[in-house]
């Protein structure tokens, strides 16, 4: 773990962050990501690896392969539970040198206008929430992720 590092504090408890634990390993945590928003995004996921290190390129094998199923049994799981067309895949890694995968919901009837990992945020119908509502997601997708 890195001392100055947003995720690395993350895993240490130093940050909280909405809802509740999706899924843990040995390589990966899973959780519903923060805004400041009092009514949140519904389905806003985030897969950290949880060594430090900057990038997709260095990942070790093990690593990749739960990074990749994790973010195959969670974008299975909003698409069968919650009305979603479609999950959005995004690492960037220029704020957060830590590898972290954004995955973000569509939702069906989204205009098309919203489609992009932040674009479905500006859109006015959007599935939002408070704190209860995140936490009814997680446990959704936990409970799924159990089953499969």
């Known amino acids: 773990m890195s001392e100055k590092c947003f995720i690395c504090d993350k895993h240490r408890g130093k940050i909280n962050t909405s809802g509740i634990t999706i899924y843990e390993d040995d390589y990966v945590y899973v ?3 923060d805004s400041n928003d009092q009514l949140k995004y519904i389905g806003h996921i985030m897969i950290d690896l949880k060594r430090h290190v ?5 990942m070790t094998m093990e690593e990749a392969s739960a990074f990749g199923i994790i973010m195959a049994k969670i974008s299975a799981a909003l698409m069968k539970l919650d009305g979603v067309e479609h999950v959005y895949a995004l690492v ?4 957060v040198p830590h590898l972290h995968m954004h995955l973000v919901a569509r939702y069906i009837n989204t205009p098309k206008k919203y489609w992009g990992p932040m674009a479905v945020y500006d859109w006015e ?3 939002r929430g408070d704190e ?3 936490i009814e997601l997680c446990n959704r997708l936990k409970i799924y992720l159990e089953g499969h």
């Open 125 to 127: 119908d959007a599935p």
């Open 92 to 95: 960037s890694g220029n704020s």
């Open 54 to 58: 900057p990038t997709l390129g260095d």
């Open 132 to 134: 209860n509502e995140v």
């Open 31 to 33: 959780g519903h990501i």
